[in-house]
């Protein structure tokens, strides 16, 4: 059988190149993975590669009690005895505060590391059941309050109990210095103090006689500044924070009183109003210890410093049955310290 020239160039030519390829060795595995692993990563940044090395959570939660108490209050006169002996019957600095747990709440979600701000969060938390009583003899005294013009002499003892309430809600955006880990912040704060100052005066019988009530309740609504600073950062299970925190404020102070007689009845019943600038200083410190990857157990310390604000305390100075003696004192201060406890929860 004769084929052509051009069919038999053809045959010669594949039969060489099927040869060729059969002499070439395939790679090993061992050697492709060399040879992947000597080449550079592509397309990722240093910065997101050590968000990863950092943090690899994406959310962090708190969930605790905040567990304060409440300084002594500044002097102020309550009841003003005019005999036998002139004076202070009840001042204000002479209350002295239980302490009162209630919940506290934060949470951070962690975004981009390539953003200035690489993260959100909040916290809230509240305390509302710090008290303090006081009983006062008053037998054989005539007395009156500091706005008072005429005494009051049918009383035997005088029982007053004062109450104080803390709510504090805030949303942080922050920023985190690489190499120190510094994590600063600013955001959003709202604050509300709540005073409650009441009197009711017993006759020789114990028949409540005549009844007083201050009330004066704080909105602050501002923005806040500060830090998370690490304290211990190279432990595997240990790390300690300190968190210092400063914030300017509009305070919208609302004072409230009434009196009756009998108690328990409302002869007078007032109100006033005022805007007022308020500060607040906060420092808060955290111990927590790993117990797993995902969960830490903390314990901490809160102080909180309020200035600008109404306290109850202060109003009778100022305020009482239809009397607006100077108006409402709304450049009082409060004082709140305690323990922090709960558990610390990140995946």
């Given at each position: ?14 039969t ?7 002499n070439?060795?395939?790679?090993s595995?061992d050697?492709v ?16 590669v050590?968000?990863?090395n950092?943090?690899?959570a994406?959310w ?66 509240d305390v ?8 006062t ?6 007395w ?5 013009s ?11 109990r ?19 880990q ?8 709202w ?12 006759n ?8 007083w009530n201050?009330?004066a ?13 690490p304290?211990?950062?190279?432990s ?13 404020y ?5 004072g ?30 955290r111990?927590?210890?790993s117990?797993?990857?995902a ?24 305020l ?12 009082g ?7 922090l406890?709960?558990l610390?929860?990140?995946?």
């Amino acid at each position: 059988m004769r084929y052509p020239a051009f069919t038999i160039l053809l045959l010669l030519v594949c039969t060489n190149v099927s040869i060729s390829a059969s002499n070439e060795t395939t790679p090993s595995l061992d050697e492709v993975l060399i040879e992947t692993s000597l080449k550079p990563i592509q397309n990722v940044s240093y910065k997101s590669v050590l968000h990863v090395n950092k943090s690899p959570a994406h959310w962090q939660l708190d969930v605790g009690a905040a567990i304060l108490t409440r300084n002594t209050l500044s002097s102020s006169p309550i009841l003003i005895e005019l005999a036998p002996q002139p004076g202070d019957l009840l001042n204000a600095n002479s209350f002295r505060f239980n302490t009162a747990a209630g919940p506290d709440i934060s949470g951070i979600k962690y975004r981009d590391q390539d953003l200035f701000f690489d993260a959100v969060g909040f916290r809230y938390f509240d305390v509302q059941s710090m008290a303090a009583q006081i009983f006062t003899p008053t037998t054989g005294v005539t007395w009156t309050f500091p706005t008072g013009s005429g005494g009051i002499s049918n009383t035997q003892n005088v029982d007053t109990r004062y109450t104080s309430r803390l709510y504090s809600f805030e949303a942080n955006l922050y920023h985190t210095v690489e190499e120190s880990q510094i994590r600063w912040l600013t955001g959003f704060r709202w604050l509300q103090v709540s005073d409650t100052l009441g009197l009711v005066g017993t006759n020789v019988t114990g028949t409540q006689t005549i009844s007083w009530n201050w009330n004066a309740q704080n909105n602050l609504y501002g923005w806040q500044v500060g830090a998370d600073f690490p304290l211990i950062r190279n432990s595997s299970r240990w790390k300690f924070s300190c968190s210092p925190k400063v914030g300017l404020y509009g305070n919208q102070c609302l004072g409230r009183w009434d009196d009756g007689t009998p108690a328990g009845t409302i002869d007078n019943e007032n109100s006033v109003f005022r805007n007022q600038v308020a500060f607040a200083g906060d420092l808060s410190t955290r111990l927590a210890y790993s117990i797993s990857e995902a969960i830490s157990i903390q314990l901490g310390y809160q102080l909180l410093w309020l200035n600008g604000i109404g306290v109850a305390g202060d109003q009778p100075e100022v305020l009482s049955g239809t009397t607006i003696a100077t108006g409402l004192n709304s450049s009082g201060s409060a004082f709140y310290h305690g323990a922090l406890a709960g558990l610390n929860f990140m995946w």
